[in-house]
């Protein structure tokens, strides 16, 4: 039974409620990026997978654990350089997740909505505009009304909050 008014957020009681604060600020800051950013609209899937990635991004890239709002503005080159196109951002994040759950008995409520984070965006897919379709397309089509492919979420929120951070 959870104790009222005995809350914690460093996960040393028994059966105190944790709070995962590291991630809660990870997604705060990612979703002040996005919706600075007005690229699309909150309530959209593809808002929601630039949310995840974004957050995953800056929560696993907090290697002191002391992330706060003056220090938003330092790591923004960081993130940049994470989620930029040519780097292998899907491979960073398994490997991060991993180091980060070695040796721990009982995963934190952080690491518990990371990975919950991280299986979404591998997990569920999106339809999206066909990037690699024949230039011009059928005669008369918009941009709407062109070809379109299902699209793991990760590939479409990393771009996402890619050109959040860009737009910071």
């Given at each position: 039974?959870?104790?009222?008014?005995?809350?914690?957020?460093?996960?040393?009681?028994?059966?105190?409620?944790?709070?995962?604060?590291a991630?809660?600020?990870?997604?705060?800051?990612?979703?002040?990026?996005?919706r600075?950013?007005?690229?699309?609209?909150?309530?959209?899937?593809?808002f929601r997978?630039?949310r995840?990635?974004?957050?995953?991004?800056?929560?696993?890239?907090?290697?002191d654990?002391e992330?706060?709002?003056?220090?938003?503005?330092?790591?923004?080159?960081?993130?940049?350089?994470?989620?930029a196109?040519?780097?292998?951002?899907?491979?960073?994040?398994?490997?991060?997740?991993?180091?980060?759950?070695?040796g721990?008995?009982?995963?934190?409520?952080d690491?518990?909505l990371?990975?919950?984070?991280?299986?979404?965006l591998?997990?569920?897919?999106?339809?999206?505009?066909?990037?690699?379709?024949?230039?011009?397309?059928?005669p008369?089509?918009g941009?709407?009304?062109?070809?379109?492919?299902?699209?793991?979420?990760?590939?479409?929120?990393?771009?996402?909050?890619?050109?959040?951070?860009?737009?910071?």
């Open positions: 039974m959870l104790h009222r008014g005995h809350e914690s957020t460093d996960g040393s009681g028994g059966d105190e409620l944790v709070v995962p604060m991630w809660l600020y990870a997604e705060y800051v990612a979703d002040e990026l996005l600075g950013g007005d690229l699309m609209p909150p309530t959209s899937f593809e997978a630039g995840y990635a974004l957050a995953l991004t800056i929560f696993l890239s907090d290697t654990g992330l706060c709002g003056a220090q938003v503005v330092s790591r923004l080159e960081t993130w940049l350089s994470l989620t196109y040519d780097q292998p951002w899907r491979e960073w994040v398994r490997e991060r997740l991993t180091e980060t759950t070695a721990v008995r009982r995963p934190d409520a690491l518990v990371a990975r919950a984070a991280w299986r979404w591998q997990d569920t897919e999106l339809l999206a505009p066909d990037l690699n379709a024949v230039p011009g397309g059928a008369g089509t941009e709407d009304e062109g070809p379109k492919v299902w699209t793991p979420a990760w590939q479409l929120g990393l771009p996402l909050g890619h050109l959040a951070i860009h737009l910071f």
